[in-house]
């Protein structure tokens, strides 16, 4: 059964990236060389389209570094018609004129949004002037909406950056900008670039339904994730499959069909990590290189840390039995169901 709705594929397009944050969860820098192929790539828009999902994003690193091969990609989803966004640490708008021209080509290729990466721990490799110009290249001669996108620690909040920077943002743009803010994670390069006392981790643990699902996930190294996280962990519980061996249309009804997903989306990790102790379920892999906190920040972290510890084969006959008992997530699971195949 298809359960699970899909609204966009993202794809982390490359490691390599000309910055070195302290931040980077995916350990992203001058020296990776780790890259999706820019063919295969272009070959699964065409799936994209058939499969009816909207949204195409793409990560990194720093996809502009190869900018052929990504206007490439967007020129691909332009003609099929499907939205495309990217985030990019704007290194490219060093000044006026290339700011100008880069953000010409992004926008003859269809880009519809485009992040821009702008807190303190990118501004250590990326100067403000860049941010300025590549925001106003992209409003005054583009189409594509610029998004500000913000990673919160204790000492380098959201509040001390507007403040800093607020006669040019809000008074300029204040009516059309867009915020995105994430927490700090304890993953990648965080795990040794940041103090422990930086992150904001809570008493409470998050025991919500995740709500960030709907966007299965390509790495630059091929394998392919339920969402943009537990590229860290040995388990296979949030896998989908191999880019290189299967097609995306494999890869995205994997993700359709998982009961993980589907429990996740309904009940959230808390849950499942509580019926994996009471079921006694096997520990078979470590997060321990993970955990740095002593509590955790969200959602994210608590998943992972906890989730990555078990097998996707044994979350999964777990979660077969817990339905099979569960009259109510029967209902659900038949509801999603019946939604996806009206869509
Ligand atoms: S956080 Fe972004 S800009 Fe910084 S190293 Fe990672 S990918 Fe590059
Ligand atoms: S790590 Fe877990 S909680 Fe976070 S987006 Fe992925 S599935 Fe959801």
């Known amino acids: 059964m298809q359960f699970n709705p899909v609204s966009s594929v993202q794809f982390v397009y490359t490691q ?26 272009i070959d699964s ?22 900018l052929d091969e990504i206007t490439a990609i967007l020129s691909a989803a332009k003609k099929k018609k ?14 006026e004129k290339k700011a100008k021209e880069i953000a010409l080509s992004l926008d003859k290729a269809g880009l519809k949004e485009l992040d821009i990466s702008c807190d303190s721990f990118h501004m250590q490799f990326i100067p403000f002037s860049n941010i300025i110009n590549a925001f106003n290249a992209l409003e005054n001669y583009t189409s594509i909406k610029p998004c500000l996108r913000f990673t919160l620690s204790k000492s380098k909040s959201l509040e001390a950056f507007i403040l800093k920077f607020k006669d040019y ?17 304890p993953f990648g390069r965080a795990q040794t ?25 390509v790495n630059s190294d091929n394998r392919s994730f339920i969402c943009c996280n537990g590229f860290d962990v040995e388990s296979n519980a949030f896998v989908l ?16 069909k998982s009961l ?16 994996a102790e009471k079921h006694n379920l096997e520990k078979k892999f470590s997060t ?56």
């Open 288 to 343: 321990s290189h993970l955990k740095l906190l002593d509590k955790y920040i969200g959602l994210c972290d608590y998943c992972v840390l906890n989730l990555g510890q078990y097998s996707r084969e044994d979350l999964t006959a777990m979660l077969e039995k817990e339905l099979s008992k569960d009259k109510k997530m029967q209902k659900l699971a038949k509801k999603d169901a019946l939604k996806k195949k009206k869509k």
């Open 45 to 66: 828009v065409n799936e994209i389209s058939e499969l009816k999902i909207k949204d195409l994003g793409i990560t990194g690193g720093e996809s502009l570094i190869f």
């Open 169 to 185: 943002f809000l008074n300029k743009k204040g009516n059309k900008l867009k915020i995105f803010v994430q927490e700090l994670l």
């Open 82 to 95: 499907i939205r495309t966004s990217m985030v990019s640490n704007v290194f490219w708008a060093s000044d």
């Open 260 to 275: 993980f997903v589907f429990y996740l989306r309904h009940k959230g990790p808390y849950f499942i990590s509580k019926l």
């Open 193 to 217: 670039g940041i103090p422990k006392s930086e992150f904001n981790s809570k008493k409470q643990i998050n025991k919500n339904k995740c709500v960030f699902l709907g966007n299965p996930t």
């Open 16 to 41: 390599k990236c000309n910055a070195h944050c302290s931040h980077c969860i995916n350990n992203c820098g001058p020296e990776e060389t780790a890259k999706l192929n820019p063919k295969k790539v």
């Open 241 to 256: 499959g191999d880019f290189n061996k299967s097609s995306l249309t494999e890869i995205v009804n994997s993700y359709k």
